[in-house]
């Protein structure tokens, strides 16, 4: 399985806030943003961070997607 955070962007698009805004909002490091940028795996700590940060649901800012769906894109 592969991760997408393209639900996390597009939430952040809506809210009019930027990925640097995000990390220091949700007190995560430049390495983590890197990780989500690259749709890499990321601890729950994180994505609980972010999502408090965004008052949300974990299932509203990542996707599990198939594997070979991923490398199809």
């Known amino acids: 399985m592969a991760i997408s955070y393209n639900k996390l962007w597009k939430i952040l698009i809506d809210k009019k806030m930027k990925k640097i805004e ?3 909002a949700a007190n995560i490091g430049t390495t ?7 749709d890499q ?3 729950m700590e994180v994505l609980s ?6 008052d949300c ?6 996707d599990f997607i198939d594997a070979e769906e ?3 894109d």
């Open 41 to 43: 795996q990321v601890s």
């Open 70 to 72: 991923a490398n199809n």
């Open 49 to 54: 961070k972010i999502c408090k940060v965004l």
């Open 22 to 24: 995000l990390m220091k």
């Open 32 to 38: 983590t943003l890197a990780k989500l940028s690259k």
């Open 57 to 62: 649901n974990i299932g509203d800012i990542v």
